[in-house]
């Protein structure tokens, strides 16, 4: 299994990006999948969660700005941000599960990792 973030970037505050994950050898729709993120200094954090039905999970901080999604036929999730604050900053990484549901999963819950993409938002 591999997974390929790509779209990270360096944007002003109230910008936005859009984060790509890129599967191989693991299918997108079958399975729960998320984003990650972490600060220098801190904890990797969930951002948003997104299952096999497409029913979407996200963290207090990024709802209403952030949206998961996920293109079956191309075999990748997103991460559509917009109005991007400084506190976004962080190297973003994609995660999958081997189950189709989420269910509130903590980092540990998931098995494979992407590489991470840095976003930096500056005010």
Known sequence: VQLV??????VQAGGSLRLSCAASGYTVSRYCMGWFRQAPGKEREGVATI???SRTS?????KGRFTISKDNAEN???L???SLKPDDTGMYYCAARVVPFCRSPRSADFSYWGQGTQVTVSS
């Open 80 to 82: 559509q941000m917009n």
């Open 58 to 62: 996200y963290a207090d901080s990024v």
């Open 51 to 53: 299952d096999s039905g």
């Open 76 to 78: 990748t999730l997103y």
């Open 5 to 10: 973030e790509s779209g990270g970037g360096s």
